[in-house]
């Protein structure tokens, strides 16, 4: 079989929920799959350096990410991620409450 | 006590609804109901309305819940713990207190708790970590400013019997640690035990969030009845091990995700969470399904607390100025586009506007926009421009410039609104925990 027929490309948001979370200008994103068997995939493909490649234009400091293998998650801490943080953003989501599917909005490979 | 201790949260946030905490102290034989209603921001308003009148400056809807949930309180034998004190726990007791004796409930006992305000403390050679300078340095208005006290600051007035425990910023979960701390005689420096029981108030401390609010995505993450979704309840051992759960006959629901995702909400390191009763680790939870809506939390652990507490400085921010018009139907995202070109062009140039001017078109690029713009086939976009400043005057004209729109701007706009929110800007500074003394005045109705 041909690696396109071994996986197929779904979602984030089909294989896994998300929550995010505010203090300050730091913005965090616990992101856990539905079925462990995804731990993996998620692992080496939703990387910090993925995130600052998808969206550099608000994720703009450092991107922490803690790995909880226990609980089939991980936690993305994101520095100067909310445009100043909930009481100097301008954007109407000043807390950064929709970023949980900013991250659900990406692809990610998995075995079939 | 050997048998476990029920905890409910009656709200998890200032705002948050009434009838789930009534039906929670009317049928939850809770020993305890917290409300944990204090952000950022809400202390921060909280201090301004204080300003204007001494007597306010507290929760604006203490009086609506416990006019509510007093009677029901004293019938169950429920304690009460908040934070609505918010800017004025003083004021906020002596309230309760009018409202307990209106109600004829004898003997209420209403504790305050003080100390968290140290707005005094502040000067210009306070530091401010997070920004590498100072508050002089800084050369914004001072509102005030509030430490984050603890669990051992409300452990007097549950050793002197209170009913109700009304103190201001209270770390979230220490409001949940205070009355396991009272009823199963934890030591402060049982380490293990004070991060069992932050992590019980992690999760607890936002109420629905673990119940199912928060959570539902429609065929993803499908949630029944979150109309009336119940409001959480924690059965916990003497050895800090926990059931979350919820009423029966309520909506929402209690599973491993709605627990996970509470669980790290609002945490850096899960290893390392601090508050000011210990340094809590939650990497090493154990999360296990224990009947239907019922989740079981053990393995918490904690390192001894940190030696300086987090305060919250708050300084006038101005004012937030957002404007809002709709286009719709056939080219409605370019006429919304050009309305937005306008705006801009007016404020920078005309009006020599030069700080930060935000222009969203709503249903094409807005919470995301800043992110990803994505190609998007609507005919039904909302422009938003929206500045923050110090002078009045920008704020009025970014109104102005955006109603103008309706027979100046492109064809077929309409729906205008505006408003203009006073504005309030946060930083965190630390001071040594002895520097924060807190004290408990405690009233009879």
């Known amino acids: 079989m041909s690696q396109a027929e071994k996986s197929r490309s779904v979602p984030l948001r089909e294989i896994a929920h998300a929550r995010a979370g505010d203090k300050g200008n730091i913005s965090s994103v616990a992101l856990f799959v539905f079925d462990p068997r995804h731990y993996e995939a998620v692992r080496a493909q939703v990387t910090p350096q993925r995130l600052r490649a998808a969206f550099g234009g608000v994720l703009r400091g450092e991107i922490a990410r803690y790995e909880l293998e226990r609980l089939h998650g991980f936690n993305f801490v994101m520095t100067e991620a909310l445009e100043g943080g909930v009481n100097s953003s301008l954007n109407l989501d000043s807390h950064g409450k929709s970023w949980s599917y900013l991250l659900l909005s990406l692809e990610v490979e998995v075995e079939v | ?445």
């Open chain 2, 1 to 445: 006590m050997s048998r476990p201790l029920r905890i409910g949260t009656g709200a998890g946030f200032s705002a948050d609804r009434l009838d789930p905490a009534v039906d929670l102290v009317a049928r939850g034989a809770l020993d305890y109901i917290v409300f944990e209603c204090l952000g950022e921001r809400t202390l921060a308003f909280a201090h301004r309305d204080r300003l204007r009148d001494p007597e306010q400056g507290y929760n604006k809807l203490l009086e609506t819940r416990f006019r509510a949930l007093l009677p029901l309180c004293a019938d169950n034998g429920t304690r009460v713990i908040t934070n609505m004190g918010a800017a004025n726990p003083r004021a906020a007791a002596l309230r309760t207190l009018e409202v307990a004796g209106a109600l004829g409930l004898k003997h209420c006992k209403v504790a305050c708790v003080e100390g968290d305000d140290v707005t005094a403390r502040i000067d210009g050679d306070t530091e401010l970590p997070e920004l590498g300078t100072t508050v002089g340095k800084l050369g914004q208005s001072l509102v005030a400013a509030n430490a984050y006290i603890g669990a051992d600051a409300l452990l007097p007035a549950l050793a002197a019997g209170a009913d109700v425990v009304i103190a201001g910023r209270v770390a979230d979960p220490s409001l949940f640690l205070a009355p396991l701390r009272h009823a199963f005689g934890w030591r402060e420096d049982d380490w293990q035990k004070m991060g069992a029981g932050t992590a019980v108030g992690h999760l607890l401390e936002c109420a629905a969030q673990v119940t199912g609010g928060y959570f539902a995505d429609p065929g993803i993450k499908p949630v029944e009845n979150l109309a009336y979704v119940g409001f959480p309840i924690a059965e916990v051992a003497p050895d800090g091990a926990a059931v979350i759960t919820k009423l029966p006959d309520t909506g929402g629901c209690v599973t491993l995700h709605t627990v996970k995702e509470q669980l790290l909400y609002e945490i850096h390191d899960p290893a390392r969470y601090f508050t000011p009763d210990v340094v809590a680790d939650f990497s090493t939870t154990r999360l296990s399904e224990d009947g239907p809506d019922r989740v079981r939390v053990t393995g918490a652990g904690g390192r001894p607390r940190p030696e300086a507490l987090k305060v919250t400085l708050a300084f006038d921010g101005g004012s937030l100025a957002e404007a809002e018009v709709s286009c719709a139907g056939p080219g409605a995202r370019n006429r919304a586009r050009l309305a937005g070109e306008i705006v801009r062009e007016r404020m920078t140039h005309l009006h020599g506007y030069g700080g930060a001017l935000r222009i969203d078109l709503i249903g094409v690029s807005a919470l995301h926009g800043t992110a990803v713009e994505r190609p998007v086939d609507t005919e039904d976009v909302r422009l938003r421009a929206a500045l923050r400043s110090l002078r009045d005057e920008d704020a009025e004209l970014l109104l102005w410039e955006v109603e103008s729109l309706l027979c100046c701007g492109p064809a077929g706009g309409g729906g205008f609104r505006g408003h203009i929110t006073p504005s309030v800007v946060t930083h965190s500074a630390y001071l040594p925990r002895e520097q924060v003394q807190t004290r408990v005045e405690m009233f009879e109705a």
